[in-house]
């Protein structure tokens, strides 16, 4: 089973990432056995993140010792556990799907991997200043898209501005974000290519 790192960050909060190589037929069985009710009559590689991402959710309950009966989306598109008040959230970017799972507190968390394109996309989402501090890194840009979607990931409300609404600072080697004056601590892990970014 290709649950590759399972983390217990405090007794309230953990997160999970999975490598997928998984084949077709090995992820239905997972889907059947696990009940993780998914249709797999979408895109092959969209249909084994999807079937990742459940399963590392699965896996933090078993952890936080919470009841697992399913997952839904609200009306913002936002998952959310069933029969359980947690907060959850997950991304995925093959072949790694990622969650995060807090009890107490709003979550967001996202994974993108380091690519070339993000240099030329990043006045859409990043404010003159960030811009500044970033330069032409295509790690630092692809972290502070991450963190803007972990924040973004808190929030059951869709019109934000990535640019205008959402703001990161470094201090300390630390990273500050900010949506719509709530304030949120955020971590980053690298996993070979890829940057994962996720609150505290």
Known sequence: MPLIKLSKITTSKAFGIWKINESLNEINHLNKVENLNIDNRIIEK???E???AR?????????????????KKNKAGKPFLIK???EISISHSYPFAVALINTKNLCGID????REKILKINPKFLDEDEIKFVGTSRKKNTIFWCCKEALFKTS?????SFRDDINLKE??????????????????KEI???IIAYTN
Do not use: H
């Open 84 to 86: 359980n008040k947690a």
């Open 171 to 188: 201090k300390k080697k630390k990273i500050i974000g900010k949506i719509r004056e709530k304030k949120f601590k955020l971590s980053i």
């Open 46 to 48: 969209k249909f084994k």
């Open 192 to 194: 070979e290519d890829f």
């Open 111 to 114: 994974i993108e991997k380091k």
């Open 55 to 71: 399963m590392v959710i699965k896996k933090i309950c078993e952890n936080l010792k919470l009841n697992y009966y399913g997952i």
């Open 156 to 160: 059951n409300k869709q019109n934000i």
């Open 50 to 52: 999807k079937v990742a």
